[in-house]
C-alpha cells in the first residue's frame, strides 16, 4: 500500500516534466532561498542534521517540494532520487551522492516544527500565490 502510494506521488511529480520544470524555474526566482537560509541556519548548526554533508538550502528546498506536492519524508526521498528536475530544484549533485535521507529530511521537518519556523517558511513561500 504505501509503495504504491509513493509511486502514485512520483507518477504525478513525473507526468509532465517539462512543466513542473518550468513551475519550479519560476518559483526560484519568487523566493529568496537566502532569506530563509539565515532565518534556519543557526538552529540549523546547533541541531547536527545531516552532519554537515547537506547543505540547509537543499532542505528547505526538500521542505518546499513537500509541501508543494504534499509528500511526506519517505516519498520525497523516494522521489529525489527517481526524479532529475527535483534533485536540480533541491541543488542536489548525484556524483557527490548525497540525497537526504527519510531520517535527515524528518529531523529538519521536526527542526522547522520546534522553532515555529512553518509559517515563516509558508509565507516565503507564498504558497496560495502558486
Given amino acids: 500500500m504505501l509503495r504504491s502510494t509513493i509511486m502514485a506521488r512520483m507518477s504525478e511529480a513525473v507526468t509532465d516534466s517539462k ?8 518559483l526560484e526566482s ?14 540549523f548548526l546547533e541541531s547536527n542534521i545531516g552532519n554537515n554533508l547537506i547543505s540547509v538550502e537543499t532542505l528547505i528546498r526538500i521542505y518546499f517540494l513537500q509541501l508543494r506536492y504534499g509528500m511526506n519524508p519517505s516519498s520525497i526521498e523516494e522521489a529525489l532520487f527517481q526524479i532529475e528536475v527535483l534533485r536540480d530544484f533541491a ?3 548525484m556524483e557527490k551522492g ?3 535521507s527519510e ?7 521536526k527542526l522547522i516544527n520546534e522553532n515555529n519556523l512553518e509559517s515563516k517558511i509558508i509565507k516565503a513561500f507564498d504558497l496560495d500565490a502558486t
Fill in 91 to 93: 541543488l542536489i549533485d
Fill in 103 to 109: 531520517t535527515c529530511i524528518r529531523r529538519f521537518n
Fill in 30 to 43: 519568487r523566493i529568496s532561498w537566502q532569506g530563509l537560509v539565515d532565518l534556519i541556519e543557526p538552529d
Fill in 19 to 26: 512543466f513542473r520544470f518550468m513551475q519550479l524555474q519560476e
Fill in 98 to 100: 548525497v540525497i537526504p
